[in-house]
Nanobody, 123 residues
């Protein structure tokens, strides 16, 4: 069993910053990709960013240059530093973990999800 615990969401003004964290525990694949997805009301869940076990990062075009994903593999923790936030970044953000090949290369969401953390960008 794998557990993912997210933290760091909240309310921020446009142009502001937030940092999300996700700590994974349990039977995590040894070569794992960790990532963040988000879902806004009325929209499908979409990939925001992910990072492979070797450190390669991938981003959605909408967040490139504004968001940075990083990981501490020793702690099985992934971070998402979000800057220059826009109203359209408002969503429920989910942490996701899968294996490097399926999740990191083929971009299939992994089997393990966090409970979600709300990010609201509003003045």
């Amino acid at each position: 069993q794998v557990q993912l615990v997210e933290s760091g969401g909240g309310l921020v003004q446009p142009g502001g910053s937030l940092r999300l964290s996700c700590a994974a525990s349990g039977s995590i694949p040894s070569r794992n990709a960790m990532g963040w997805y988000r879902q806004a009301p009325g929209k499908q869940r979409e990939l925001v960013a992910l990072i492979l076990s070797v450190g390669t990062a991938k981003y959605a075009d909408s967040v490139k240059g504004r968001f940075t994903i990083s990981r501490d593999s020793a702690k099985n923790t992934v971070y998402l530093q979000m800057t220059s936030l826009k109203r359209e970044d408002t969503a429920l953000y989910y942490c996701n973990v899968g294996d490097d090949w399926n999740t990191g290369i083929l971009l299939r969401p992994g089997a393990y999800w966090g409970q979600g953390t709300q990010v609201t960008v509003s003045s």
